[in-house]
């Protein structure tokens, strides 16, 4: 996966860089309690205590929450964020420059649920709007499903997997929640989830509602479709 990386300026001055380069094992015993996963587990984890005593997503949040956790929402930060390619620079609220971070690393994290957003995770665009994120994951999700017709495997075109997928993440964002309630002091890291969770309850109706308006994109390749037999 690609390394990208967020450098953050506060209104106040302070700054702070933070990416998605993983967390060395060594460091799981400094893990803040709320990493746990017994704590606010959530009810679709297959993983168990015994053999993950951390949330995989948690633990890969700590560092941002512990430094927008401090923030409040709509505080105003400079945020560049560097890639191998390019660079992209937007001034915006903590809430959304925490938001565009945590979808990075969530999706990023060794949680089982996230699994189909990782090809998205190493495709990174940084403050995708609502419509560009249905287009990327609906086009990702696609490509898998060649990936697995090719392969021998059953193949979804019907997109009833990333249906249920999205529901799932809807289960594990009202979870985290609950553990940055216990871990932020102000709310930039739990409305930076809130966005996220926003777009997952969104998935499911845009699939079928917003299709529409991006088949409209597509009509040189559907030229003739309806005169087909």
């Not at 430094?67 to 560097?82: D, I, M, N, P, Q």
Request: with cysteine; glycine share 4%.
């Amino acid at each position: 996966m690609q390394n990208v990386l967020y450098h953050f300026r506060f209104a106040d001055g302070r700054s702070a860089a933070l990416g998605n380069a993983k967390r060395p094992a060594a460091d799981a015993a400094t893990l803040p309690d709320w990493t746990r996963l017994d704590f606010h587990q959530c009810p679709n984890c297959p993983l168990t205590p015994h053999s993950t005593p951390h949330c995989p997503m948690a633990a890969d949040l700590v560092e941002l929450v512990q430094t927008a956790g401090a923030l409040s929402s709509y505080e105003e930060v400079e945020v560049r964020v560097e890639t191998a390619e390019r660079n992209v620079d937007k001034r915006t609220t903590v809430q959304r420059a925490a938001g565009a971070l945590m979808g990075l690393l969530a999706a990023g994290s060794d949680c089982p649920h996230v699994a189909f957003l990782k090809p998205m995770a190493h495709f990174h665009l940084p403050f995708a709007t609502a419509e560009e994120n249905l287009y990327r994951v609906v086009s990702s999700y696609l490509l898998a499903q060649y990936l697995r017709q090719q392969a021998g495997l059953e193949a979804d075109w019907a997109l009833a997997g990333l249906k249920r997928s999205s529901e799932a993440m809807q289960v594990v964002n009202a979870a985290m929640a609950e553990r940055l309630r216990a871990a932020a002091r102000k709310d930039g890291a739990i409305n930076a989830l809130v966005l996220l969770d926003l777009l997952a309850k969104a998935l499911p109706y845009s699939i079928d509602e917003q299709m529409a308006e991006i088949k409209i994109l597509f009509a040189a390749q559907l030229d003739g479709a309806a005169a087909a037999p």
